[in-house]
């Protein structure tokens, strides 16, 4: 049997967990994700671009109950009309902020941290946790620490047309929002101008952009500038 290589794909960086998780989950990566944080290295392992974690996380044991609670209440969600597993529903399962914010505060937050990571199923090991809501965690990293000030420029400021992603259905088959989220994907098609979308609403400004942001990050709402979607 031939070996299985584990290479790392560049030297240590100073880069943030959000970078990481969206570029690891979009492309679906396999392998492990060192982070410095607080004089020791944190592990975070990746298979096909979904996270789990081994026993020495700090996170560990709060993913490992998430996860356990979460199958035993898989069969009651299981039995849901298709268009309503879209939408978190805290009867159903246990609700995944539970799990994001201690998986995000003790994988270092928002700030930059000297990181890499390295390819190979040769890191997944058995006694990992896992998968764990991995689109969710990138959802909450594109706004963890942010002011209004960083969510205006993640969106592209006032004039910026947004529109609900192209093959909506498709990409939201396996991906969990809030209603609101919901909401606002609904309202985005036909594309909107941000400023006049947060105007026609009676909802608050700073959450409105926090779900935009939310969504953005994982694909379910586009820029359009000069006609063309920015990727």
Request: glycine share 8%; hydrophobic share 40%; with cysteine.
């Amino acid at each position: 049997m031939a070996a299985v290589m584990n290479t790392p794909e560049k030297s240590p960086t100073a880069r943030s967990l959000a970078d990481w998780l969206s570029e690891i989950h979009v492309e679906q990566k396999t392998g492990k994700l060192e982070m410095a944080i607080e004089g020791e290295t944190r592990e975070l392992f990746f298979l096909s671009g979904e996270l789990y974690l081994a026993p020495e996380h700090p996170a560990y044991e709060v993913a490992r109950s998430w996860t356990m609670e979460n199958r035993r209440s898989g069969g009651e969600a299981g039995e849901q009309e298709p268009d309503s597993r879209t939408v978190a529903d805290d009867r159903t399962a246990p609700h995944f902020r539970q799990l994001t914010g201690p998986i995000i505060s003790v994988s270092g937050g928002s700030e930059p941290r000297e990181s890499s990571f390295v390819t190979g199923a040769g890191h997944i090991r058995l006694d990992l946790v896992g998968p764990l809501p991995t689109h969710q965690l990138v959802m909450e990293c594109a706004v963890w620490g942010a002011d209004e000030a960083a969510l205006w420029r993640q969106l592209g400021g006032e004039k910026m047309l947004l529109r609900a992603s192209v093959g909506l259905e498709e990409t939201m088959s396996n991906i969990e929002i809030e209603p609101q989220e919901a909401f606002l994907l609904s309202r985005l098609d036909p594309p909107a101008k941000l400023g006049e979308l947060i105007h026609q609403l009676d909802l608050g400004r700073d959450q409105v952009l926090r779900s935009l942001c939310r969504l953005q990050a994982i694909g379910l709402v586009q820029k359009l500038e000069d006609g063309r979607v920015d990727r």
